[in-house]
């Protein structure tokens, strides 16, 4: 099944504008009900349905808008269980996999504008049927000389389109926090996500990283990456060498062997911490769609660099200072370097700094040595962790969301959540060590 494809700039608006709307709505009859309850337990379910009904209307709104709306709500998914039920934030979770293919001839029109007649017909057999959709562009198969091929086209108009969707999204979410009267500037979360989104839409960009990250990892045979082919690609088709393997959830569900499992989650955590302690380089986008599996020769395949952020010296020092004050449950320390980082507004309250503290120190924990080896499916600690996370939220007057961290915590997000659905246990002493930098596999001393 395909889908028409919104790219006028009036239709978008009027979209998101009847989004807002309807989310206004469900807020209103929410207190209207409310009102009307005969105690705090009706008005609690209706709090509860009026927040679901709101998911679902956003899920369903972003999923037919696709480009940066989408992209934005999927990343509202990840981090929603602070705002919403756990009942909506499983709504909101499906836009990860929700996004219709487009109509072939649009995607024909963009490979035409891209390439021209000549390099085009140098796809054969190129299939309209495509092998993967998402939020920005879909891929088709082809062959090139003999080779198979993967060719990524970008939606018509969703470059375009970035700046003015991001702004009617801060619009919804302004809306959004007056319903629920929280006073939180949320402007600079939107900018970062404005600029990631401009970074996802060049594929000149992504085809760099693609080739950078095939280059660093080319000494390690337990990952593989495509090749790039520059001469079939420009800043809106990425053409690359086909991949094969199996999809990462489907392997999780045939059920592999104990060791295959601990073998695939120490890589993973082998490969961040190359990432973003050694490289400075990180692909931050978590799903499950980015990775194949090869189980006959224990690699797995990296897909999709767009979502690469490049962090320098001084942000990953910054880091490391703010890692050693939790080794050394220094609270103090560790509400002072997170001011410093910014992470934290210097005029929240006692309250709000305790917090901010006992959330870091909570975030530890599964490093903690008296821990090891640590179980990802540790119900207890993943609800602690959420309760403090919660807490923390609630006493927050001024703090937005941490704009600086928003891509880095969303892997490192993901990544927990990845090696909890293997559940493994794991000795995690040895990456602390590297994350707090004593074991000098990097050069981020304070």
Request: include cysteine.
């Amino acid at each position: 099944m395909t889908s028409p494809l919104r790219t006028d700039m009036l239709g978008r608006s009027k979209a998101m504008f009847a989004l807002a709307a309807g989310v206004a709505g469900q807020e209103l009859r929410h207190r209207v009900r409310s009102g009307l309850a005969a105690s705090a337990e009706k008005v609690g379910a209706s709090e509860l349905r009026a927040r679901v009904e709101q998911a679902k209307l956003i899920a369903e709104s972003l999923g037919r808008l696709k480009g940066a709306l989408m992209k934005a709500g999927q990343l509202l998914s990840i981090d929603a269980s602070d705002i919403l039920p756990p009942e909506a934030t499983e709504i909101l979770s499906k836009l990860q996999g929700r996004a219709e293919p487009v109509d072939f001839e649009v995607v024909r029109g963009v490979l035409e504008a891209e390439l021209g007649e000549e390099r085009l017909a140098a796809l054969d057999g190129l299939d309209p049927r495509p092998a993967a959709s998402a939020s920005i562009g879909q891929v088709h198969r082809a062959r090139v000389l003999g080779t198979d091929v993967a060719v990524k086209v970008q939606y018509p108009g969703v470059a375009e389109s970035i700046d003015s969707d991001i702004a009617l999204l801060e619009k919804l979410a302004d809306s959004w926090l007056s319903l629920a009267r929280r006073e939180v500037d949320l402007a600079g979360v939107f900018e970062e996500l404005r600029v990631i989104l401009h970074l996802e839409a060049d594929y000149d960009r992504e085809r760099a990283h693609l080739e950078r990250f095939g280059e660093l990892l080319a000494a390690d045979a337990r990952f593989d990456v495509p090749r790039a082919l520059p001469s079939l690609s420009t800043s809106r088709v990425l053409t690359m060498t086909w991949a094969d393997g199996v999809p990462l959830s489907e392997w999780i569900l045939s059920a592999p062997s104990r060791a295959d499992r601990v073998a695939f989650a120490r890589a993973m955590l082998d490969l961040y911490c190359m990432e973003f302690f050694r490289w400075g380089l990180v692909q931050t986008d978590p799903n499950f769609g980015n990775f194949l599996v090869r189980p006959e020769r224990d690699q797995i395949v990296l897909l999709d660099f767009g979502a690469t952020v490049e962090y320098d010296v001084d942000f990953r020092r910054q880091y490391t200072r703010l890692l050693r004050a939790v080794d050394r449950s220094s609270r103090g320390e560790i509400v002072d370097e997170g001011v410093a980082f910014g992470l934290l507004d210097p005029r929240e309250g006692p309250e709000a700094r305790d917090l901010f503290a006992e959330m870091l120190l909570s975030a530890a924990e599964p490093f903690d040595a008296r821990r090891q080896p640590f179980a990802f499916r540790d119900g207890d600690y993943a609800a602690r962790s959420r309760d403090v996370v919660r807490r923390f939220t609630k006493s927050l007057r001024f703090s937005p969301p941490p704009r600086r961290l928003i891509f880095l915590h969303r892997k490192l997000g993901g990544l927990f959540q990845l090696l909890k659905r293997l559940d493994v246990e794991l000795d995690l002493s040895p990456y602390w060590e590297q994350m707090v930098g004593r074991d000098d596999t990097h050069d981020l001393t304070a």
